[in-house]
């Protein structure tokens, strides 16, 4: 059902903006999303995603690598599951210029 894979998208966003445990980081891993981040909504048409963030997802961000590694944790986060194959990225609503370097 749609509602379901909807919550289970949203869901995995949530533990991605909550960043790695103490365990996991001590494994190496780590987050590039700053901390604060908060997800506004998200909606599935088809094969394609629309996630919004708050504006925290962009505060102080800058460089094409910082941007690429955020679009990258969001992208490889959602696409994971079968059926998805493309992930719009919205700060507030709205998709202009979000995350360009």
Known sequence: DGKGVEDLL???LKDLLRGPDPAEQGEGYYSSLNPGVKLLGLKR???KVYADFSRELED???GSCQ???IRAQINDTLRQFPGIDEVVILV???AENVLQP
């Open 10 to 12: 949203s869901r995995s």
């Open 92 to 94: 507030e609503g709205s």
């Open 67 to 69: 941007t690429m590694a």
């Open 45 to 47: 048409e088809g094969p």
């Open 60 to 62: 102080g961000v800058a």
